[in-house]
């Protein structure tokens, strides 16, 4: 699964093989048959891994409720940048993510691969709209819709992600932060920690 999800990220789904898979995870096509019936059933396993195991724990740590509202957005984004900047280094490119990037490609062409991108962009869009909807209650950002605020956003923050991978730029994302702030109209008592976060983000 480990080798599928980096094969599908750092190519494409579609150009990714059953035979490129088990030459990267080291196994023998047999091997591959026995577990899965097909690439999407394993490409549906590997994401659902990457939730469960690297996503969900890593939001659940940002988007604590013992956290400030607006801390944990701009706790989400403070490794954006950095993260797109390493692959960069590593890879020769802007990988961008990787439920956004298979999902853009396939999720029209084959329903279980689409469904389980849906699923989690759906549980992830939960924290920020969980987020939006504390920090207008706590005064730190303008009365809005939260669930339409939150679908702003996340089409901010995916373009710009995006966008860095199609010019393979990671200096694109770079000032994410101040976007995100800014389109939430964040209140001049915001927290601390966001007011550091945009002025790092500029320097």
């Given at each position: 699964?480990?080798?599928?999800?980096?094969?599908?990220?750092?190519?494409?789904?579609?150009?990714?093989?059953?035979?490129?898979?088990?030459?990267?995870?080291?196994v023998?096509?047999?091997?591959?048959?026995?577990?899965?019936?097909?690439?999407?059933?394993?490409?549906?396993?590997?994401?659902?891994?990457?939730?469960?195991?690297?996503?969900?724990?890593?939001?659940?740590?940002?988007?604590?409720?013992?956290?400030?509202p607006?801390?944990?957005?701009?706790?989400?984004?403070?490794?954006?940048?950095?993260r797109?900047?390493?692959?960069?280094?590593?890879?020769g490119?802007?990988?961008?993510?990787?439920?956004?990037?298979?999902?853009?490609?396939?999720?029209?062409?084959d329903?279980?691969?689409?469904?389980?991108?849906?699923?989690?962009?759906?549980?992830?869009?939960?924290?920020?709209?969980?987020?939006?909807?504390?920090?207008?209650?706590?005064?730190?950002?303008?009365a809005?819709?939260?669930?339409?605020?939150?679908?702003?956003?996340i089409?901010?923050?995916?373009?710009?992600?995006?966008?860095?991978?199609?010019?393979?730029?990671?200096?694109?994302?770079?000032?994410?932060?101040?976007?995100?702030?800014?389109?939430?109209?964040?209140?001049?008592?915001?927290?601390?920690?966001?007011?550091?976060?945009?002025?790092?983000?500029?320097?």
């Open positions: 699964m480990t080798a599928t999800l980096n094969l599908m990220w750092e190519e494409s789904y579609g150009a990714v093989t059953i035979d490129d898979i088990c030459q990267r995870a080291g023998k096509k047999g091997s591959f048959y026995y577990f899965f019936d097909s690439k999407a059933d394993l490409a549906v396993a590997a994401l659902n891994r990457l939730w469960e195991e690297s996503w969900k724990p890593h939001l659940d740590a940002v988007f604590s409720p013992s956290v400030e607006m801390d944990r957005i701009t706790g989400y984004l403070e490794s954006v940048y950095e797109q900047a390493e692959f960069k280094e590593k890879f490119k802007v990988l961008g993510c990787p439920v956004c990037s298979v999902g853009s490609e396939i999720s029209t062409q329903e279980k691969v689409g469904a389980k991108v849906r699923e989690i962009c759906a549980q992830k869009r939960r924290y920020f709209e969980t987020a939006i909807r504390d920090a207008v209650a706590q005064g730190a950002i303008e809005c819709d939260p669930a339409e605020k939150t679908a702003s956003l089409a901010l923050i995916e373009g710009i992600i995006c966008q860095g991978r199609i010019m393979n730029d990671p200096e694109i994302i770079k000032h994410l932060p101040v976007m995100v702030l800014d389109l939430l109209r964040v209140k001049a008592q915001a927290s601390s920690a966001s007011s550091v976060l945009v002025l790092n983000s500029v320097l």
